[in-house]
């Protein structure tokens, strides 16, 4: 499932910049997912019940908080018209340079580009305003319109990407009308809430609606936590508030599913737990600060549950560690498995990388790890996301124990070889990697489903390290023995990136 708009900027007819719209898959995925949250008669009953006595009263007290945010940005067109093939010496040729060369002269002048989008002042003396990034993103101006008609110029103070928040400040000459966070932590799914935003560039606008679910990951970030609502969220309405019956804000509305464009119902907000972390460190330092392990990690599956021994599948499969970074000097290994951070357990993958990330820089957390069947404790001081190279070099090394050339058996589909220095170089596989590589694979076979291809090397079967093909089939035959019905193989391919996939053991 993925995001549409890879820029996360869509310009509709009216010229505003709306949340982030998902693709088909994604809205059939999601609306499925919605439908799985009953709405019974007792349930909008119960959702009416929670709304506020007086809806025009609440609505009225915040509409001032809230701001349109208009863009503009200068903007080159690399378009050119190609000019017409004519015979040499045509009487036409001065005509066709002249014209076509004016034609590209102003396709590629610059023009100026608007978008319309909306905020909410958390700061009333400060003039601190909120919005989502793919708001300002690439604005050379931008200005901050009320509710009274008046109108200033907006700074960026800070914006962070990854969850899509940015921070912007405003000179009033006097105190504006701000509102206040409330807990998202405390949502339930079926409260009423409410929506105030610029959609379509129409100007404020209030829409109401209840919470459909909690926690979606929409695959936009590594930190999605996302409040799904039916309250009416259109182009133009990113960076608005979602409130609360007390006229708090619980959300900042950021993405919708729609085929159309327009709201069918599903739409997310970021909500106020994650929003909040955020904006405080990009009001203090301009920038972020997240926690950072120092680990690849991958999802979990129930394939992989079971060649591990676990009852269910949860938490996150570690894949990889980078060198020097926390998790090595921890002791963390490729193939443990985080089933509890700092405290607090991890559902699934996509969970840890917000715990991490929501956690002080130099904390020293406990994590407890699945490995080997057995659960482990290990202590981490958490290093800086920002700082960490992801490109670290590794030394040049020699593999050793090399299994005689001309052993080749086929095991699971797999053509297997020793990993001599002359097949190092035909399938240009890095000078750390060891293993065994894969010279072919039978088609239809697991290993061909799982994309295993030739030039990939086997570093591990069932979290012990091989150097020879021998090895493989003996780890086979011990895991048979024990009744196992699927094999856990750490893949790495040319240039050492390396992912665990089971197998299922052939008879």
Do not use: C
């Amino acid at each position: 499932m993925a995001l549409l708009n890879t820029d996360q900027r869509q310009a509709s007819p009216s010229g505003t910049t709306g949340p982030r719209r998902i693709g088909r898959r994604l809205a059939a995925a999601a609306l499925a997912l919605s439908l799985a949250v009953p709405a019974t008669v007792a349930d909008f009953s119960a959702a009416r019940a929670q709304a506020p006595e007086s809806i025009p009263d609440l609505a009225e007290s915040l509409l001032d908080a809230v701001v349109n945010i208009s863009t503009a940005q200068n903007v080159t067109a690399q378009r050119s018209v190609p000019l017409p093939q004519v015979p040499e010496g045509s009487p036409f040729q001065e005509f066709f340079d002249e014209f076509f060369n004016r034609q590209n002269r102003d396709n590629n002048r610059p023009r100026r580009v608007q978008s319309l989008g909306s905020g909410f002042v958390v700061d009333a003396e400060e003039g601190i305003i909120i919005t989502n990034n793919h708001v300002i993103e690439g604005a050379d101006e931008i200005t901050a319109n009320f509710n009274d008609g008046s109108k200033l110029a907006a700074e960026v103070i800070g914006r962070d990407s990854k969850t899509d928040i940015a921070v912007l400040k405003v000179k009033p000459a006097s105190p504006l009308k701000a509102v206040s966070f409330g807990d998202s932590e405390s949502l339930r799914v079926g409260e009423w809430v409410m929506a105030i935003g610029n959609p379509f560039g129409l100007g404020g606008t209030v829409t109401t609606g209840i919470v459909s679910a909690r926690n979606r990951n929409i695959n936009s970030g590594p930190y999605d936590n996302y409040i799904q609502t039916d309250a009416s969220i259109n182009r133009g309405n990113s960076g608005g508030p979602l409130f609360n019956r007390n006229g708090e804000v619980i959300g900042i509305n950021t993405a919708i599913i729609s085929p159309s464009g327009g709201s069918i119902g599903i739409g997310f907000a970021i909500p106020s737990e994650t929003a909040t972390k955020v904006i405080a460190q990009l009001r203090e330092f301009g920038e972020t600060r997240r926690g950072w392990l120092g680990v690849r990690i991958q999802e979990v599956t129930d394939e992989i549950a079971e060649s591990l021994g676990m009852d269910k599948a949860e938490g996150a499969l570690i894949a990889g560690i980078t060198e020097g970074g926390p998790a090595e000097d921890a002791g963390f290994e490729a193939g443990d498995v985080v089933l509890e951070f700092n405290g607090s357990r991890v559902p699934a993958m996509h969970d840890l990388p917000r715990m991490v990330a929501d956690t002080p820089v130099g904390e020293e957390v406990s994590v407890v790890v699945l490995r080997k069947g057995e659960e482990v404790t290990l202590q981490v001081t958490l290093g800086r996301l920002e700082e960490a190279d992801a490109s670290a070099a590794a030394d040049s090394t020699a593999p050793s124990d090399e299994a005689p050339a001309n052993e080749t058996p086929t095991v699971l589909g797999m053509t297997l070889s020793a990993l001599t220095e002359e097949l190092r170089t035909q399938y240009s596989i890095a000078a750390d990697v060891k293993g065994v590589v894969v010279t072919a694979v039978e088609d239809g076979s697991g290993a061909a489903e799982k994309r295993i291809a030739a030039g990939d090397v086997i570093v591990e079967v069932a979290q012990e390290a091989v150097s020879s093909p021998a090895d493989i089939t003996a780890r086979i035959e011990t895991l048979k023995g024990e009744s196992r019905r699927l094999a856990l193989f750490l893949i790495s391919n040319a240039q050492g990136e390396v992912r665990f996939i089971p197998l299922t053991i052939e008879p």
